[in-house]
């Protein structure tokens, strides 16, 4: 298993850039790293994934970087992380009007300065790994797309879409990330950027409802509950392309952990089964069909990932449904939704 990670945090900017620096990003850097160093899924890669403040300062420090982590990836059992932690920005009047990352010599209004998303994703995508993730802790990240073909960046021929995930500080149409700490947050984690600090404070505490390991679904649901509890921050967003919400990411610290004495029985129950574990269960709850179109319905009027979740099981009723009594109390439940455009 060869799976690798890149961390960028880019804090510190020229006098004359006009780019205000915190030393929050460069703190979260940092304990991206320790934290990876910590997790026996990640702590034995022979280098820091966290680049230095040379690497960072250039577009080509950065992507050489980045290009030797994706070559690494070489089958269905790896994993490629790419952490970034910094300014972003989007400009509509450069090719393709994609969000841009801060380099260490970029320069405010100066687009030619930054490192556009594009070459990102590209790099990414070349990746052989089965598992591919961006998680970006910055501005604009609400209007990063998918990783995947339908994915407003063009791909490049030959590229592997599937197993790829983004995991963005901000979604929906907030697009300004707080690069400030969260004083709720324990020390050094208060140190942190909010959105970093929220998603490390995870990894450090774990979660105790979860199995050994901690999924992309779990990852994302125990931040959003982490900064929901604070009251004041914005929710975070997660885009699939054919990864599950099911597939490991890091290992789960938490003490104690209780295994599930029982399965899901609610339609509550049941959203949260399918967030945190995708399509694992779906045929225990297809078992109940009526009860499987009010859990449809509930996702539907959620937000982005839990649309995208109420598609896919939509989408396989049919195959798992294949008595048509039960497709038929299934489809009465969502059907008043559907026409009314829920």
Avoid at 39 to 47: E, F
């Amino acid at each position: 298993m060869a799976s690798r990670a890149v961390v960028v945090g880019v804090g510190t900017y020229a006098d004359d850039s006009g780019i205000h620096g915190y030393p929050t990003i460069e703190a979260s850097a940092r304990a991206y790293g320790e934290a990876l160093d910590r997790d026996p899924r990640w702590g034995t890669a022979a280098r820091s994934p966290v680049l230095d403040r040379e690497e960072v300062r250039t577009a080509d420090g950065v992507m050489r970087a980045l290009h030797e982590a994706a070559a690494a990836g070489e089958g269905p059992q790896d994993t490629l992380l790419v952490v970034y932690v910094g300014h972003g920005a989007y400009w509509q009047d450069v090719p393709g009007g994609q969000v841009h990352f801060a380099l260490g010599s970029s320069r405010v209004n100066e687009p030619w300065t930054w490192l556009s998303a594009w070459y990102v994703y590209r790099a990414i995508r070349k990746s052989k790994a089965g598992l591919k993730v961006l998680i970006a802790d910055c501005c604009y990240s609400s209007m990063l797309p998918h990783l995947g073909p339908e994915s407003a960046l063009p791909g490049i021929l030959g590229t592997r879409y599937q197993g790829t995930c983004v995991l963005t500080a901000v979604g929906g149409n907030v697009h300004n990330a707080w690069a400030g700490a969260c004083p709720n947050l324990p020390a050094p984690l208060d140190s942190c950027t909010t959105f970093s600090g929220h998603l490390l404070n995870v990894l450090a505490q774990g979660m105790p409802e979860h199995p050994d390991d901690l999924t992309l679904g779990a990852l994302r649901a125990g931040i959003d509950e982490s900064m929901q509890e604070c009251g004041v921050h914005h929710t975070p967003r997660m885009l699939l392309n054919d990864a599950s919400e099911a597939a490991p990411l890091f290992t789960n610290h938490a003490k104690g952990r209780r295994p599930r004495t029982r399965a899901p029985v609610t339609v509550d129950e049941w959203v949260r089964e399918l967030l945190l574990n995708g399509e694992r269960s779906l045929p225990d709850l297809m078992r109940v069909p009526d009860l499987a179109g009010r859990v449809v319905v509930r996702l539907k009027a959620g937000d982005e990932q839990s649309r995208e979740l109420a598609r896919r099981v939509d989408g396989r009723a049919g195959e798992l449904l294949p008595d048509p009594v039960d497709f038929v109390r299934y489809w009465g439940e969502i059907e008043p939704a559907m026409l009314g455009g829920g």
